[in-house]
């Protein structure tokens, strides 16, 4: 049975970090396109970034030099790793995973749909 595991979010102000993590055990992890998604009330959702099975990333133009996406297949965990923090990236951050490894990014796994319940991230100014 698939169960998932997300943490980090919180309230920071501008400039802040966060680690955002996702377990998932019940997949097979290693071999999956893993990602984060984020939706935000009246924005539209974001693909944030994703990495694929050989380690490959992609990320949001938005998120490029500010965030981090990693993974620990020992651990089926993945984590997102946010600096420079802005307002704008408030919002429900999802993790989500698919078999599917050709087209792996954020975008695509936000079309898949979320493992999890989400962990909020605020960001004041």
């Known amino acids: 049975q698939a169960r998932v595991a997300e943490s980090g979010g919180g309230s920071v102000q501008a400039g802040g970090s966060l680690r955002l993590s996702c377990e998932a055990s019940g997949y097979p992890f290693r071999t999956y396109c893993v990602g984060w998604f984020r939706r935000a009330p009246g924005k539209e959702p974001e693909g944030v970034a994703a990495?694929?099975?050989?380690?490959?990333?992609t990320y949001a133009e938005s998120m490029k030099g500010r965030a981090t996406i990693s993974r620990d297949n020992d651990r089926k965990t993945l984590y997102l790793e946010m600096n420079s923090l802005k307002p704008e990236d408030t919002a429900m951050y999802y993790c989500?995973?698919?078999?599917?490894?050709?087209?792996?990014?954020?975008?695509?796994?936000?079309?898949?749909?979320?493992w999890g319940l989400g962990t909020l991230v605020t960001v004041s100014s």
């Open positions: 989500a995973g698919d078999a599917q490894t050709l087209d792996c990014s954020g975008d695509y796994l936000m079309a898949v749909g979320a």
């Open positions: 990495i694929n099975h050989d380690g490959s990333t």
